[in-house]
């Protein structure tokens, strides 16, 4: 009995010791760690982010991001986002302060607000000279510097009214844009439009009388305070010259519903020239080899002039009357010859030399029994009822019918006899060449396909 009850201390210790245990293979965990633009995959014995870095070796600082944060507990499969402070140094405008800054915010409002600074949702921002937005994702670097306009607040006297806005621009002109407040020429704004926002600024801003004016099918709004239809056009650059009016005409008083009609008015005389296209005819030629063209007898076109005189109203032909017409030159037609001469060529080849009468570019394809361009579909059959296999080649329908059973030579395919017909390439000259399924080679390029001798008696001269 006294033997048993010295080792009952172990019964504890044991349970302490699988406790242990367990606790450790509960927080074993593996997770993915993301910092300085890499991915890290490490399996830790953590229940938090910064404990996971800790045991990955990933020295963090007191000004370092991390995400999530210390309150979450890490479950196997997290990714943990480690975001570095970089040195920034913040340029204050307009009073031109100077701050240096250590910070891990990703965006110009994180950084001022890290920066103990008030946040401006109406400030401008600029990243080593680059123009940002306030929420915009600054790009991974370790420096920086960050140019910062705040806004400031502006007080605008309009039409008897009062109106207060933040503005971050850099004078008064930007202010009035910002706030889509349109500003023209005959305005008055005090103080001028370039003084530059540099605090608080009051601005007085008195518009001149809205006028509509209808040149063409534009339809403008001018201000003026003129009492007179052409003083009115002029203080909106517009002018009467020439042929030009108005409605009403610009000595008459500006209308009582602000509308006025300005027409552009011009002449011009034209001696237009007019093409007259000659026609164009084949035939054989001899003295051309095969495949070839010549120019038999060249065409030149015709020319026709006709004088008009032609009269615009703002911009618009209103008229045109034709003064005169006649043929300057007659159009003499185009005689294409094809070539019908046949020479015999000889190219040395791996295989040894070969006689060819015609050489043409094509676009080379391939196929098998198995390899159709079909999913699903086998077959071994020609349409001249030979086997697929290398030394077969396919031409469309209409080629198949004049060049069956001739042989060609194929550079990288070598001999092949036209003995099958194939689906062909649109708008191009096509070939398919054969192979068994065991000797398969994929083609998709474009070859010269020599056209060996013996000549036939009837040669297809035209291609089709």
């Keep these: ?8 201390w172990l019964i504890p210790l044991g349970s302490a010791v699988l406790l242990l245990g367990l606790l450790a293979a509960l927080s074993a965990k593996t997770i993915t760690i993301r910092v300085d633009g890499q991915e890290i995959r490490r399996t830790v014995f953590a229940f938090t982010s910064t404990a996971a870095a800790w045991q990955a070796g990933i020295p963090l600082t007191s ?4 995400d999530p944060p210390e309150s979450v507990w890490l479950r196997s499969g997290d990714t943990v986002v480690i975001t ?7 340029y204050l405008l307009p009073e031109g302060k100077i701050l240096p800054l250590a910070s891990a915010g990703q965006t110009p409002l994180e950084i001022m607000q890290d920066a103990g600074l008030e946040v401006d949702p109406d400030a401008r921002f600029w990243w080593n000279g680059k123009r940002v937005a306030g929420d915009e994702r600054l790009p991974s670097a370790r420096t920086g510097f960050l140019q910062i306009r705040l806004s400031q607040p502006v007080v605008l006297s309009a039409g008897g009214e009062t109106r207060n806005f933040q503005s971050s621009a850099l004078n008064i002109l930007g202010a009035l844009s910002d706030q889509n407040i349109p500003v023209r020429g005959s305005d008055q704004v005090e103080p001028p439009l370039s003084t530059a926002l540099e605090g608080p600024t009051g601005i007085t801003l008195r518009q001149a009388r809205p006028i509509t004016v209808f040149l063409g099918d534009r339809e403008m709004v001018i201000f003026s305070a003129a009492q007179k239809v052409g003083e009115a056009l002029l203080d909106g650059g517009l002018t009467l010259q020439g042929l030009d009016y108005s409605q009403p005409p610009e ?5 009582a519903d602000g509308k006025i009609r300005l027409v552009r008015v011009r002449e011009e005389i034209l001696d237009q020239q007019i093409v007259i296209p000659y026609g164009s005819s084949l035939q054989a030629d001899p003295n051309t080899e095969l495949d070839q063209k010549s120019v038999l007898v060249s065409g030149e076109p015709g020319l026709k002039i006709s004088r008009v005189r032609v009269r615009y109203e703002d ?28 020479v015999i060529h000889t190219l040395d080849t791996p295989n040894g030399p ?3 009468y015609r050489a043409v570019t094509m676009y080379a394809t391939s196929y098998s029994p198995c390899n159709l361009g079909i999913p699903g579909k086998c077959s071994n059959t020609t349409a001249s009822g030979a086997p697929v296999g290398r030394g077969i080649a396919a031409f469309t329908l209409p080629w198949y019918r004049l060049f069956k059973g001739t042989q060609v030579y194929v550079p990288g395919y070598g001999t092949a006899t036209i003995a099958d017909v194939g689906g062909g390439v649109p708008g191009k000259y096509w070939i398919d060449l054969a192979y068994t399924d065991a000797d398969y080679v994929e083609w998709h390029q474009n070859v010269t396909v020599y056209f060996l001798t013996p000549v036939p008696e009837n040669i297809p001269w035209p291609l089709p």
């Design 1 to 8: 009995m006294f033997q048993n009850l010295r080792y009952r």
């Design 63 to 66: 000004l370092d991001k991390i």
């Design 84 to 90: 570095r402070a970089r040195q920034i140094t913040l």
């Design 251 to 255: 000595d008459a008083d500006i209308p």
């Design 315 to 342: 911009g618009q032909e209103v008229s045109r009357e034709s003064e005169a017409e006649w043929v300057a030159r007659q159009p003499k037609d185009q005689v294409l010859g094809y070539g019908t001469k046949v």
């Design 354 to 356: 070969i006689q060819y």
